[in-house]
């Protein structure tokens, strides 16, 4: 029986994860990539195009490489903990070199039309078009991953500011942005404090007069560095500390959280306080912005409420000149390729496990990385790929319509419960709790007790060391033998490139017989727990 052939659209890090997943499955993928190379978001490039996302010169990555690697493909362990984008492109150039994934990627080519065949509902089949050079053709697939990511078409909400059209000034979105030369000596407003809103106010403010930076709610700013020097992500992003948050109560996180990062600075006294609590939107991820707060050169502002010809007002009714304004206000995302059919995508864009389309008559259509996990994206997309590829082989079914509706559902009412209303905050995913899900749907999530029993060393550092993607690997399909060694490797890959000038290590204050036995406890009680000796109630 001739292998089943799959289209993934787009080659940035979830298309590449893709076909490597429908290799690995036996199934023939051919990627449709626009541009003339690998990469993505994380490729950059001086000129922007229409429908392709966009970065900054000086982008870098706001997970570190043991969190972001590909399951059986860790990073180099002389690369950076975090990673300027020329790094990432580095690695994925590498990954694809690795497993010879450049022969099914078409460059130049985009696709134009994704369709149901007339005969769908029992072969699920999809006529695709593409143009290369001018040219469409037509295909037929088994299979569909759509790869095309978040961060394509930007939020530019201009009639919710009054008067812009008559600011005599330039105003763009963060998307067009590059580099800070052309801005020297400027005063400029930057709108929103994203991510990107936050990095552009920083690195914008050593070359310009002035950086106002307006928010309308505030945020909690965290940084890439935690206790000891260590990376946020593999210090908080734990199995150990998954289970502490699944018992404790939610305003006792709040108040742990809000205050350690108030001990590294007052966010009410930086104008930065916000008016939700840390769990319920989004932090901000900014090494920086307090540094250039406190030496002026970037000022808090709250939201504009109008633009004049010269300046901007804002809604405590001062007003700044202004010759810039910089709108960091997000994106949107859209699959114009796809036919406008409810059983495809419904309005609320409904997915199952925001991967499949609950309606189908078959599980051929699947959206790999079109989330936003508290963490990489990467991995999260890549055990997405690998279960979509099983499922397109009927290796894995899915639930009844009904059961995926469900599903749909109360994630969605917890979404509404817990978290803003806002659009960064929708397909937003806690990374480890997502993880896990997934990997329970292809059989490849750890089995704790059995690791404990068969190899304690290893338990120890997948319970306490981070969660890293190779974790995912250690059993079930797609089992990679160099899994155990990436995760007891996984530090001295964390330490290696901060040690560049090596001095002798002083000795721990805490003995180190002293920390496995209280480590030994606590795996203890974590398996009495999980084995139902205590009648806990996870709900």
């Not at 812009?164 to 030369?181: C, D, L």
């Not at 009904?402 to 803003?420: C, G, N, P, Q, Y």
Request: charged fraction near 25%.
């Amino acid at each position: 029986m001739p292998a089943k052939r799959v289209v993934v659209i787009g080659a940035g890090v979830s298309g590449l994860g893709a076909i490597r997943s429908c290799l690995e499955e036996g199934l023939q993928p051919t990627c449709f990539e626009g541009s003339d190379d690998i990469g993505g978001l994380w490729r950059y490039e001086e000129k922007t195009e229409d429908g392709r996302p966009s970065i900054y010169k000086s982008a870098t990555s706001n997970t570190s490489k043991e969190m972001t690697a590909y399951s059986d493909y860790p990073f180099p362990d002389h690369h950076p903990n975090y990673l300027h984008n020329s790094k990432i492109m580095e690695y994925l150039q590498m990954f694809a070199k690795h497993f010879h994934l450049r022969k099914y990627i078409r460059f130049l080519s985009k696709v134009r039309s994704v369709r149901k065949r007339s005969d769908f509902s029992s072969t699920g089949q999809w006529d695709v078009v593409v143009e290369t050079e001018g040219r469409q053709e037509s295909y037929v697939f088994d299979g569909v991953m759509v790869c095309t990511g978040l961060y394509t078409t930007p939020v530019l909400p201009l009639q919710t500011f009054p008067g812009i059209k008559k600011f005599k000034g330039q105003y763009i979105h963060s998307w067009e942005y590059k580099s800070p030369e052309k801005f020297q000596g400027k005063r400029i407003v930057v709108v929103g404090i994203g991510n990107s809103g936050a990095d552009l106010a920083v690195e914008l403010s050593h070359v310009t007069a002035q950086v106002f930076l307006s928010t309308r709610r505030g945020a909690w700013i965290w940084n890439r560095i935690w206790d000891y020097g260590m990376p946020m992500d593999t210090s908080l992003f734990t199995r150990s500390n998954s289970l502490f948050n699944k018992f404790c109560p939610a305003f006792l996180i709040n108040r742990w959280t809000e205050n350690k990062l108030n001990a590294r600075f007052n966010h009410n006294i930086y104008g930065l306080q916000p008016q939700h609590r840390f769990l319920s939107h989004q932090a901000t991820m900014s090494d920086d912005l307090p540094n250039r707060i406190i030496s002026g050169r970037v000022l808090m502002k709250p939201n504009v409420k109008e633009f004049t010809e010269t300046s901007a007002v804002f809604e405590d009714d001062t007003e700044e000149d202004i010759d810039v304004i910089i709108f960091a206000t997000g994106y949107t995302f859209s699959f114009p390729f796809l036919e406008n059919n409810s059983t495809i995508l419904d309005s609320q864009r409904s997915m199952f496990k925001y991967v499949f389309p609950p309606h189908l008559e078959k599980p051929t259509l699947a959206f790999i990385g079109i989330l936003q996990p508290v963490g990489a994206t990467i991995p999260t997309s890549e055990l997405q790929s690998r279960w979509a590829a099983r499922v397109f082989k009927g290796l894995n079914k899915l639930p009844s319509v009904s059961d995926m509706v469900a599903d749909i559902t109360k994630k969605r009412k917890k979404i509404e419960k817990h978290f803003l209303n806002n659009p960064r905050d929708t397909r937003r995913v806690p990374y480890l709790e997502y993880m896990d899900e997934i990997a329970s749907e292809i059989g490849v999530k750890p089995n704790l007790l059995s690791l404990f029993l068969s190899d304690p060393k290893l338990a120890m550092e997948v319970f306490f060391g981070p969660c890293t993607p190779y974790q995912y690997r250690l059993q079930g399909p797609g089992k990679w033998a160099g899994a155990r060694r990436a995760i007891l490797t996984q530090r001295e890959r964390i330490i290696k490139p901060m040690r560049t000038r090596v001095l002798s290590q002083p000795p721990s204050s805490v003995p180190r017989w002293l920390k496995t036995i209280c480590a030994g406890l606590l795996f203890i009680l974590f398996l009495a727990v999980i084995k139902g000796s205590f009648p806990v109630d996870t709900k």
